[in-house]
């Protein structure tokens, strides 16, 4: 069944995926790919450094499964609450914000050379997207397209099949790189707005605090706002973007996220079924011109006012 809404614009519907298990789900829900697939588990669950031709394995089956369809793996996201057993393991009082993901990586380019190295190859003759989790600033950004860029040259000097394509991405999750926007977009292929650590970023709030989860709301006016500027700057610049988070795998929220311009979500299998069945039953241009005007509004929360709106419109919730 197509993610159509009634006056007829494509919603891209992906999932989140982290185990091969996961890659079954895109058969039995029709999933247009995989936005997000979280290559740390497999690191997560090995006493040391997996060998290269073990993850080259693992990502080509993924691959293989996908038959085509788009898959986009994420570099490491190690470090904080994802410890991995053969690197030591630092006791921070933030670790959301402290050593991790691509700070490790550029700390230990190796890592990062290993893993883009299996990748490559296990996509020899293919495309291959990847993404690098928690830039902060185009230079983390470039620093890491270097390596990926170099590793790619080393396959066509060993004379070694190598993608038929490269794309480089980046999650959009660290506030300060929406300030330079302008030059991270003449670079990327595309962008993926990663909601769950972003909105604890934007709000300075541990997602975790239970004292703190109900008083920032997503579907705040600032919250909403600052994602429609990254998704028109990426309009503008005719770059693709997708947002992957809890966030987008509830109806309510996925509705909001749409009337703000996106039309590539990644979510959870298991909330794809509630997403499409909603998107189903909205008519795009009304929503759009609905919450264009409440972003500007001084109020704590959208959430009632939005909930309002989609009864009203018989919009499946």
Not at 280 to 286: D, E, I, T
């Amino acid at each position: 069944m197509p993610s159509i809404t009634r006056d007829g614009v494509r919603i891209q519907l992906f999932i989140n995926a982290g185990l091969q298990a996961d890659m079954a789900h895109l058969d039995a829900l029709g999933a247009d790919g995989v936005g997000l697939f979280r290559t740390e588990f497999q690191f997560m669950v090995s006493a040391t450094l997996p060998r290269l031709e073990a993850q080259q394995e693992f990502y080509k089956n993924v691959l293989d499964v996908a038959q085509g369809r788009p898959v986009v793996f994420r570099t490491l996201d190690i470090g904080g609450d994802k410890a991995v057993p053969f690197l030591p393991r630092e006791d921070e009082e933030n670790p959301a914000m402290g050593w991790r993901a691509i700070r490790i990586a550029l700390e230990r380019p190796v890592l990062l050379r290993y893993q883009l190295r299996a990748l490559m190859a296990a996509a020899a003759g293919r495309t291959l997207s990847i993404m690098f989790p928690m830039i902060a600033d185009m230079s983390e950004f470039k620093a890491a397209r270097n390596i990926a860029l170099k590793e790619f040259a080393r396959f066509e000097r060993l004379d070694i099949e190598r993608p038929a394509k490269l794309e480089i991405g980046t999650m959009l999750e660290v506030p300060s790189l929406a300030w330079q926007l302008d030059p991270l977009l003449k670079l990327v292929d595309f962008v993926s707005i990663g909601t769950n650590d972003l909105m604890q970023f934007f709000f300075a709030s541990d997602r975790s605090n239970p004292r703190l989860t109900d008083r920032y709301d997503l579907l705040s006016p600032p919250a909403l706002s600052f994602i429609r500027m990254v998704v028109k700057a990426c309009d503008r610049a005719g770059v693709p973007v997708t947002l992957c988070g809890e966030m987008a795998g509830r109806p309510l929220e996925a509705m909001a996220l749409i009337g703000l311009g996106l039309r590539r979500l990644s979510i959870s299998p298991m909330t794809v079924g509630p997403v499409r069945r909603m998107i189903r039953s909205l008519n795009v241009k009304q929503l759009e011109d609905y919450i264009l005007d409440m972003i500007d509004l001084e109020d704590h929360s959208l959430r009632v006012k939005l909930r309002d709106y989609a009864r009203d419109h018989l919009i499946e919730l």
